[in-house]
């Protein structure tokens, strides 16, 4: 044991000897290779510089090509889940199950990817990433970085907690299955806002118009303010109780208010349309839904927008709220006109050239001058949103009858395909992205209070302007209508884009994580109840969305009250669209040296196509979507008379022509048709 002893002895002070040693031989080899390297030529240095910068080229490439395998893999996923949701939907189509949509589907397996790549998928750490601590006062978006004599760019890609530093790599994956929000805006949302004017029919739209004004305008509003001011007193709730995190004000309350009141009823509708529910239900929530959407982008832009004068930018002043409000009024004008101006400009170049005689590229310029309008819009500090929408509907109204019929199926099949590729890509994002992204703050007194804010807005939204609108319409909106129309507002793929679109406070953090949990809620729930909540309210289905459907059960009240009310509304609109815009526009309408004044008869004769000539007797527009008027019933056109003396004896009845009713006045058509129509027939009219 002595000798153990003696010798552990000697091998610490051995031990001891040579860590005081260790010093001094580390600085002289430093001394040594300083000096062999001082003492070397001009020519080894560079050599030796260039092997590292080959080195460090080989390291880049590999990353680069690590990178583009981890991007395609992360496409792949988002592919896989469509494909398997266009086959889950073929399954549910095939066996009837109506209890879950195509998006609450997507959703799903979303959010099993999702799980999957956050708790199943860890990515070893990469022993070369090293981590440096450098304090700083601010976040610089781009940081230059000297090292060697080289520059290197690092762009902030966000915060992560003091607890995640060790996982950089598994933050870096779940950071790539992150899409930048602004993809979702100029990419994915233009073709879904596209389709939804494209698709309106215009016939049940115009016919209730007015409701669909009211309810997307001033109901829009309201919901907003009432989920804003419900939403400030839970936060002050929650500042007493000591459960807010961060900053929250009124502001930030309002804008909560304004994305959550865009909905997005695509589960409803889909069903309702699979249904035959009533044609007027359908269009009061498909046109409220449209309008909604764009109504809300441009209030919430309204809101990041106010900005009173001084130090404190979220005080209550009535300057800011009136620039606020003209900052509304006209960006959305703006942009109304700017989405119409483009679908005119496509129109009259579709009218005036032999595009229709190569269809390939008539379908692409009609592709590319729709998709450049929300773009443009974007470009000009408008809202693409409201664009694009309003383009559209323009040019399902004009350009779509200068389309060869074969491009009027492909860019109606196109845009239907995009809408449905892209709505179910963000559906199964929303999954996927309730447990990638990184930033969620879930609040639970937050959570309740907005889900009770959201009921009480919707309500505040349906029942009292319904109450308004009954008194001026003679076809009621009933009281089961209102429940379907409450009941069905789920919220979306806008409310979505809307709320990630900035996450960079607290606030807007929470919001965006509340969001997804209302979006979730309102598809799954109210989506799938669907079907149960028409058979509760003993609402008609099967209907034939070709007949004239009403509201009301009165007697014989049904047709006459679309004459009352949607001829003072769009009676003088309709006679110039069809005596002027039509001709102007496109190849229907009469000719234009029948409505000018004969002073613009060699303008007249330039405009009008050689294909109103030739169609001049013709009386029938195929894309008319016009309304009824009261008094005499006759036509002038041209050489032709149509007199309905008979029609006057029963003021209930009115012209039947190839079984559709058909009321005009002088060169007016007024009456609502369909594309789809049949042709009219002389024999059925007395001329």
């Not at 153990?4 to 600085?27: D, F, K, S």
């Not at 896989?80 to 109506?98: D, E, G, M, Y």
């Not at 679109?501 to 809620?521: E, G, I, K, P």
């Not at 050489?639 to 009713?661: F, K, M, N, Y």
Request: glycine share 6%.
């Amino acid at each position: 044991m002595a000798f153990n002893r003696t010798a552990t002895e000697g091998r610490g002070a051995t031990g001891t000897r040579w860590r005081r040693l260790l010093p001094l031989l580390v600085l002289s080899l430093s001394v040594c290779g300083y000096v062999c390297r001082a003492s070397s030529s001009p020519l080894e240095q560079q050599q030796e510089e260039e092997e590292e910068s080959a080195m460090e080229n080989i390291v880049t490439e590999k990353k680069a090509e690590e990178s583009h395998r981890q991007d395609s893999a992360d496409l792949l996923i988002f592919i896989l889940l469509l494909t398997l949701t266009i086959l889950t939907i073929w399954l549910f189509k095939h066996r009837r199950f109506r209890f879950l949509h195509e998006t609450g589907l997507a959703m799903i397996y979303g959010l099993l990817v999702g799980v999957v790549l956050r708790y199943g998928i860890h990515v070893p750490r990469d022993v070369s990433n090293v981590t440096l601590s450098c304090p700083v006062n601010a976040s610089p978006a781009t940081l230059l970085v000297q090292s060697r004599g080289k520059f290197y760019e690092y762009t902030l890609k966000g915060e992560i907690s003091a607890s995640e530093v060790d996982d950089v790599q598994d933050n870096e994956m779940l950071r790539k299955v992150t899409f930048d929000p602004e993809v979702f805006f100029n990419i994915l949302l233009p073709p879904i806002i596209f389709h939804a004017g494209y698709s309106l029919k215009r016939r049940h739209f115009f016919r209730n118009m007015g409701s669909i004004l009211a309810y997307a305008f001033l109901g829009t509003v309201v919901s907003c303010f009432v989920i804003g001011l419900l939403m400030y007193g839970c936060v002050m709730l929650m500042k007493q109780m000591g459960q807010l995190g961060g900053e929250f004000f009124f502001t930030d309350c309002l804008f909560f208010g304004a994305i959550v009141s865009a909905t997005d009823p695509v589960t409803v509708l889909a069903i309702f349309n699979e249904l035959q529910v009533d044609v007027d239900l359908y269009a009061l929530l498909f046109g409220e839904s449209v309008l909604n959407d764009a109504v809300a982008v441009v209030l919430s832009s309204s809101i990041v927008a106010y900005q009173p004068e001084g130090d404190n930018s979220h005080t209550f002043e009535v300057v800011a709220m009136f620039k606020s409000f003209g900052m509304f009024l006209g960006v959305f004008s703006g942009s109304f006109a700017l989405g119409v101006a483009t679908g005119v400009v496509t129109a009259l170049v579709t009218k005036f050239t032999k595009l229709r005689d190569f269809q390939l590229l008539e379908t692409a310029l009609f592709f590319l001058m729709s998709w450049s309008t929300f773009l443009l819009a974007e470009a000009c500090g408008f809202t693409g949103v409201v664009a694009v929408l309003f383009c559209g509907i323009t040019q399902a109204h004009y350009t779509f009858n200068n389309l060869s019929p074969e491009s009027q199926d492909r860019t109606k099949q196109l845009f239907e395909l995009l809408n449905f590729l892209a709505e179910n890509f963000i559906f199964s994002y929303m999954g996927l992205t309730l447990f990638t992204f990184q930033n969620h703050v879930f609040n639970p007194m937050f959570i309740v209070g907005a889900f009770l804010a959201v009921f009480l807005g919707r309500a505040a939204n349906i029942y009292p302007l319904s109450f308004l609108l009954n008194l001026g319409r003679r076809n009621k909106i009933r009281s089961n209508f209102q429940h379907m129309m409450m009941f069905a507002g789920l919220r979306g793929a806008m409310t979505f884009a809307l709320s990630i679109r900035d996450t960079a406070t607290y606030a807007r953090q929470m919001m965006f994580s509340t969001t997804l949990l209302v979006v979730f809620f309102t598809v799954w729930f109210c989506g799938g109840g669907t079907t149960q909540m028409l058979s509760c309210q003993r609402i008609r289905v099967g209907v034939d969305s070709d007949q004239d459907n009403s509201m009301s059960v009165g007697e014989g009240s049904e047709r006459r009250s679309t004459k009352q009310e949607s001829a003072w509304l769009f009676r003088i609109w309709y006679n110039f669209d069809h005596n002027y815009l039509k001709p102007i526009l496109t190849h229907s309408g009469p000719p234009l040296t029948a409505t000018l004044p004969a002073c613009c008869g060699p303008l007249a004769r330039f405009l009008t196509s050689p294909q109103a000539f030739e169609n001049e007797c013709q009386i029938k527009d195929d894309d008319s979507d016009l309304i009824l008027t009261d008094g005499d019933v006759n036509l002038n056109y041209g050489d032709i008379t149509v007199s309905t003396d008979g029609a006057r004896d029963d003021p209930d009845r009115e012209l039947a022509c190839s079984d559709h009713e058909l009321v005009m006045r002088g060169t007016r058509l007024v009456l609502p048709m369909d594309d789809s129509e049949p042709p009219f027939t002389e024999p059925r009219c007395r001329l």
